[in-house]
């Protein structure tokens, strides 16, 4: 069946190989992000991987104003994949010249935005549109450092405070049959995630990690959400499903 889908950090990593994999399904993909010139590459990746339609829409999922005219535009979806997020102390603009409790704060509300806010914007904003349909499924991208913490704490905070929303989303909408859940990633290599700071000895020690001894890639999320959306998984919401090569035990 030919669904409708949304797919939010498409423009690469994780969310770019979302849509690519779910384009062989030849669904209509509609693709968020804030850079136009790669949303419209991995576009052109998804049509000849054989999506039926293709619209790259660019925005900034952390400013409301902006949210709306572009889900004015976009319909109504079958499938909403909120992959969009960061480590906004990791990003190229960090203030990283700030100290003490003000780098704290900057990193934290940063990280509020950019994993929480972009999510709550894109999810809102469709709740408030009536444009999620009868039976949808929807996604949330959360993160090992939701469990175990992420240095700094303002990163694994926000992938948390994911969770929560979810439940209670799950529990909003199940009576039109939508589903909510959550994937939790570990270490995913061949993503921008990192900015070009993974370096080879952190690597090793990620992938040491791991029982089953190598790192994530997109496509092992991708498979995931896949399922979760699928008619497959037609009993499963308001769960959260780790994908971490057992980085992380349990829970
Ligand atoms: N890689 C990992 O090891 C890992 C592990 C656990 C969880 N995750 C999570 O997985 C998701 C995908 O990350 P990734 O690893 O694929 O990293 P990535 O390659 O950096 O992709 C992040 C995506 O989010 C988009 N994005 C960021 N801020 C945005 C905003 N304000 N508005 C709209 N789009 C925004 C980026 O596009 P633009 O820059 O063009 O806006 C990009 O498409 C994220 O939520 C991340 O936190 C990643």
């Known amino acids: 069946m030919t669904r409708r889908i949304c797919i939010s950090g498409a423009s690469s990593g994780i969310g770019a190989r979302i849509?690519?994999?779910?384009?062989r399904e030849g669904h209509h993909l509609t693709l968020l992000a804030r850079r136009q010139n790669l949303l419209d590459e991995v576009a052109e990746q998804a049509r000849a991987a054989g999506a039926t339609s293709v619209t790259p829409l660019a925005v900034d999922l952390t400013v409301p104003e902006q949210v709306r005219p572009v889900l004015e535009q976009a319909g109504r979806f079958d499938v909403v994949v909120a992959a969009a997020g960061a480590n906004a102390a990791l990003a190229a603009d960090a203030q990283t010249h700030l100290k003490g409790m003000a780098w704290a704060a900057w990193h934290w509300e940063a990280n509020f935005r950019a994993n929480v806010?972009?999510?709550?914007?894109?999810?809102?904003?469709?709740?408030e549109l009536d444009a999620l349909a009868e039976g949808a499924s929807i996604v949330l991208l959360s993160s090992i450092a939701a469990y175990r913490g992420s240095g700094s704490g303002s990163y694994g905070g926000s992938k948390a405070a994911l969770h929560p929303y979810a439940y209670d989303l799950a529990a909003a909408l199940g009576p039109q049959g939508i589903r909510v859940n959550v994937v939790a990633p570990g270490y995913i290599a061949e993503t921008n995630f990192f900015q070009g700071q993974m370096s080879e000895q952190r690597h090793e020690t990620l992938v040491g990690q791991t029982l089953i001894g190598r790192a994530g890639m997109p496509d092992d999320v991708s498979e995931t959400v896949r399922w979760l959306t699928s008619a497959g998984a037609r009993?499963?919401?308001?769960?959260?499903?780790?994908?971490?090569?057992?980085?992380?035990?349990g829970h």
């Open 235 to 249: 009993h499963v919401t308001g769960q959260i499903i780790q994908v971490n090569g057992g980085a992380s035990l």
């Open 117 to 127: 806010l972009s999510a709550v914007t894109l999810l809102e904003g469709l709740r």
């Open 19 to 23: 849509a690519v994999d779910l384009a």
